[in-house]
């Protein structure tokens, strides 16, 4: 039983993280990282909401990357 609220916790660690990005991310992040983002409407950036939430850690390196590269430029 220990290990499954170990488990429980982790994704509910995880799954909380990805909700405190979700709205920097939304705001700032998705026209950094894909130029067809620019001008989309908040129905579009409503919609990708749940999978910002569970890939977080991966657009969070992208944002990182594309980030350092135009302070590079």
């Known amino acids: 039983m220990v290990i499954i609220n170990t488990i429980l916790i982790l994704a509910a660690a ?3 993280l ?3 990005f979700v709205v920097p991310f939304i705001v700032n992040g998705i026209t950094r990282i894909d130029e067809g ?3 989309s409407k908040w129905g579009f950036r409503m919609i990708i909401i ?3 939430i ?3 850690p991966f657009l969070l390196k992208k944002w990182m990357r594309v980030s ?3 302070k590079h430029d």
């Open 54 to 56: 569970v890939f977080w």
């Open 68 to 70: 350092k590269k135009i």
């Open 14 to 16: 995880y799954l909380l």
């Open 37 to 39: 983002a620019k001008g």
């Open 50 to 52: 749940p999978g910002v």
């Open 18 to 20: 990805g909700l405190f």
